[in-house]
Protein backbone atom coordinates (compact mmCIF):
# COMPACT_ATOMS: atom_id res chain seq x y z
CA UNK A 1 0.00 0.00 0.00
CA UNK A 2 1.37 3.38 -1.06
CA UNK A 3 0.41 6.61 0.85
CA UNK A 4 0.56 9.57 -1.05
CA UNK A 5 0.69 13.01 0.90
CA UNK A 6 0.50 16.26 -0.99
CA UNK A 7 0.75 20.03 0.47
CA UNK A 8 1.98 23.66 -0.92
CA UNK A 9 -1.10 24.54 -2.15
CA UNK A 10 -2.94 28.13 -1.36
CA UNK A 11 -4.40 30.83 -2.72
CA UNK A 12 -1.90 33.15 -5.04
CA UNK A 13 -2.72 35.80 -8.00
CA UNK A 14 -2.09 35.40 -11.20
CA UNK A 15 1.71 35.36 -12.01
CA UNK A 16 2.82 33.77 -8.89
CA UNK A 17 4.62 30.48 -8.20
CA UNK A 18 3.97 27.58 -6.33
CA UNK A 19 5.66 24.53 -5.35
CA UNK A 20 3.38 21.24 -4.85
CA UNK A 21 4.62 18.67 -3.05
CA UNK A 22 3.66 14.79 -2.37
CA UNK A 23 5.35 12.59 0.08
CA UNK A 24 5.19 8.93 -0.08
CA UNK A 25 5.24 6.54 2.21
CA UNK A 26 7.13 3.13 0.87
CA UNK A 27 9.75 2.24 0.01
CA UNK A 28 8.87 1.09 -3.27
CA UNK A 29 8.22 4.65 -4.38
CA UNK A 30 11.47 5.00 -6.43
CA UNK A 31 10.34 2.25 -8.41
CA UNK A 32 6.96 3.91 -9.33
CA UNK A 33 5.87 6.29 -11.97
CA UNK A 34 4.46 9.28 -10.16
CA UNK A 35 2.10 12.07 -11.60
CA UNK A 36 -0.11 15.32 -11.08
CA UNK A 37 -3.50 15.17 -11.96
CA UNK A 38 -6.11 18.51 -10.80
CA UNK A 39 -9.94 18.95 -11.33
CA UNK A 40 -11.14 22.49 -11.69
CA UNK A 41 -14.61 23.23 -9.94
CA UNK A 42 -17.22 21.54 -12.56
CA UNK A 43 -14.65 20.23 -14.62
CA UNK A 44 -13.36 16.22 -14.81
CA UNK A 45 -9.71 15.16 -13.25
CA UNK A 46 -7.29 15.83 -15.92
CA UNK A 47 -3.79 15.04 -16.13
CA UNK A 48 -1.22 17.83 -15.94
CA UNK A 49 2.39 16.05 -15.71
CA UNK A 50 4.38 12.67 -15.06
CA UNK A 51 7.57 11.67 -14.37
CA UNK A 52 8.82 8.00 -14.91
CA UNK A 53 10.80 6.18 -11.89
CA UNK A 54 14.66 7.38 -12.99
CA UNK A 55 13.33 10.99 -13.98
CA UNK A 56 14.29 10.59 -17.32
CA UNK A 57 10.56 10.89 -19.39
CA UNK A 58 8.86 13.89 -18.38
CA UNK A 59 5.48 14.81 -19.80
CA UNK A 60 3.29 17.54 -19.85
CA UNK A 61 -0.70 18.84 -20.49
CA UNK A 62 -0.30 21.48 -23.50
CA UNK A 63 -2.03 23.95 -20.64
CA UNK A 64 0.99 23.85 -18.51
CA UNK A 65 3.98 23.05 -20.39
CA UNK A 66 6.50 26.21 -20.15
CA UNK A 67 4.97 26.78 -16.86
CA UNK A 68 5.15 23.81 -14.91
CA UNK A 69 7.83 21.62 -14.02
CA UNK A 70 7.96 18.26 -11.98
CA UNK A 71 11.08 16.52 -10.58
CA UNK A 72 11.40 13.73 -8.16
CA UNK A 73 13.92 13.16 -5.28
CA UNK A 74 14.27 9.24 -4.66
CA UNK A 75 16.29 9.78 -1.79
CA UNK A 76 13.35 11.32 0.08
CA UNK A 77 10.73 9.47 -1.91
CA UNK A 78 9.15 12.73 -2.81
CA UNK A 79 7.92 14.30 -6.22
CA UNK A 80 7.48 17.94 -6.56
CA UNK A 81 4.90 20.20 -9.41
CA UNK A 82 6.89 23.55 -9.43
CA UNK A 83 4.02 26.30 -11.19
CA UNK A 84 5.42 29.31 -12.18
CA UNK A 85 3.09 32.25 -14.17
CA UNK A 86 -0.06 30.76 -12.39
CA UNK A 87 -3.28 31.66 -14.12
CA UNK A 88 -6.65 32.06 -12.74
CA UNK A 89 -7.67 28.64 -14.70
CA UNK A 90 -5.23 26.97 -13.10
CA UNK A 91 -7.70 26.80 -10.10
CA UNK A 92 -8.40 23.58 -9.01
CA UNK A 93 -7.43 20.40 -6.76
CA UNK A 94 -4.59 18.85 -7.33
CA UNK A 95 -3.63 15.10 -6.66
CA UNK A 96 -0.79 13.28 -6.45
CA UNK A 97 -1.16 9.91 -8.09
CA UNK A 98 1.49 6.87 -8.23
CA UNK A 99 1.36 4.33 -11.07
CA UNK A 100 3.27 0.84 -11.75
CA UNK A 101 3.94 1.87 -15.61
CA UNK A 102 7.37 3.47 -17.31
CA UNK A 103 5.37 6.20 -18.71
CA UNK A 104 1.72 7.28 -18.81
CA UNK A 105 -0.67 10.70 -18.88
CA UNK A 106 -3.73 8.14 -18.44
CA UNK A 107 -5.38 8.35 -15.01
CA UNK A 108 -5.90 4.90 -15.31
CA UNK A 109 -2.53 3.85 -15.48
CA UNK A 110 -2.16 5.11 -12.06
CA UNK A 111 -3.30 2.81 -8.87
CA UNK A 112 -2.35 4.96 -5.78
CA UNK A 113 -3.83 8.64 -4.79
CA UNK A 114 -3.27 11.30 -2.94
CA UNK A 115 -6.15 13.41 -0.85
CA UNK A 116 -5.52 16.70 -2.80
CA UNK A 117 -4.91 20.36 -2.10
CA UNK A 118 -6.34 22.99 -3.17
CA UNK A 119 -4.66 26.12 -5.26
CA UNK A 120 -6.32 29.12 -6.28
CA UNK A 121 -5.54 31.79 -8.21
CA UNK A 122 -6.70 34.85 -8.30
CA UNK A 123 -6.93 37.03 -11.20
Known amino acids: QVRLVESGGGLVQAGDSLRLTCAAS????????MGWFRQGPGKEREFVAAISWNGGNTDYSDSVKGRFTISRDNAKNTVYLQMNSLKPEDTAVYYC????????????????WGQGTQVTVSS
Open 26 to 33: EHTFSRRL
Open 97 to 112: AAGPYLRSTNSRMFDY
